[in-house]
Every structure is written in C-alpha cells, then in structure tokens.
C-alpha cells in the first residue's frame, strides 16, 4: 500500500511541476535529495554499528535480561494472564529492553516473536486480542531512556548536542504510553486470550 502512496505523491509532484513550469527545479531536487539519502546512510552506518555491539555486549553481559527481570511487576498489570516464564512475556521484555536504550531495529524481531506468540495463544483467528493490542500499544510508544536513533540522526544532521532532547523524549513517550494503555481498557474488552476464558469460565 505505502508503494502506491510514494507513487502517488511523486506522479501528483511531476504534473504539479509541469503544470506550473517547474520540472527543472523538481529534477534537480530528485537528484539531490537521492544524494542526500547516500550521504546520511552512509553517516549513520557507523553509529549503528556502534550501538548495535554495544546492545549485543550488553545482552551477552546479562543486561538485558536483568532489564527484563525488572519489568516482571510492571508486566503482570497490564498482561495479568500471562504466565512470567512463558516465550511471550520474555520477548515483551526484551523488546522493552531494547527500546529503552533506543534500539527500535534490536526490537523488532523481539517484538515479532512476541506477537507469535500472543497469536498463538488466541483462538480468534485473525482477529488481535487485548494481550496484542496492548503490547502493540506499548512498542509504539516506546518509552526511551536513551534515544539512540533519533540522536543519531541529529548528529548526522550537524547537532552539537544530540543527546539534549532527552528530557523531553521522556516525557511525550510516556504520556503517549499512558494515554495508549488507557484507551485500550477503555475501548478494550471484545477480544480475550483462551487461557482469560479458561479462568472465568473454569471446567
């Protein structure tokens, strides 16, 4: 779907540049900002690789996984039926992990392998249960201590200070977050997980 809307946007910008006489200034900008993309690939590939080893030494050190731990209590409120040793509360917590120290890329297959396991675990075929929408709630909000990305693309972008917006990542993500949970047990409800069902309705 996002492939039609790029298209969409770039056919709708050549005619509009036709149509008003300025296909020499569109073509110039597609060049440019092609070269662009290069250059700031090209800047980021070393923070990535920086912080990516730093995220796999600290997960070999136990970091992580005392990280995850940490997040037992924080879990059992809002995922109350799902069991603390199961693959499914493990991978939330070190999708949380990661995305506290700013790794949105070491997420995400943490956050995949979560959903799969949340899926399994329904019986509403295609349809997401309150388990799902909540986690999927949370890795968008993606509460950051530290936001690696986003300082990196600051600094590629010339920012003496890449890191000084902290204070103020820490406070939209968690009332993103907040906001999120909260809707979801207000709008929540119609989708439950088998083992909910099993516990009210036991035999």
């Given at each position: 779907m996002m492939n039609y809307v790029w298209a969409g946007l770039m056919l709708v910008s050549i005619v509009c540049a036709m149509a008003t006489g300025r296909i020499n200034e569109i073509s110039a900008a597609m060049f440019t900002g092609a070269g662009d993309a290069v250059t700031l690939v090209i800047a980021l590939t070393g923070a990535m690789c920086l912080w990516s080893g730093l995220?796999?030494?600290?997960d070999r050190a136990g970091l992580t996984k005392k990280l995850a731990k940490s997040f037992s209590p924080f879990l059992r409120l809002?995922?109350?039926f799902l069991e603390p040793e199961s693959e499914a509360a493990q991978a939330i917590s070190m999708n949380l992990s990661a995305n506290l120290l700013g790794m949105g890329n070491a997420a995400t297959p943490f956050g995949i392998t979560a959903m799969k396991e949340l899926a399994k675990r329904s019986q509403n075929n295609g349809t997401a249960t309150d388990e799902m929408i909540?986690?999927?709630v949370m890795n968008t909000a993606s509460i950051q201590l530290i936001p690696t990305t986003v300082a990196m693309l600051r600094s590629a972008a010339g920012s003496t200070a890449p890191f000084d917006l902290?204070?103020?990542?820490?406070?939209t993500s968690f009332v993103s977050l907040a906001a999120g949970i909260l809707m979801t047990r207000l709008l929540g409800g119609s989708?439950?997980?088998?083992l909910l069902q099993q516990r009210r309705n036991p035999g």
């Open positions: 995220m796999r030494i600290a809002l995922f109350p909540t986690f999927v902290m204070p103020a990542v820490w406070i989708a439950r997980t088998p």
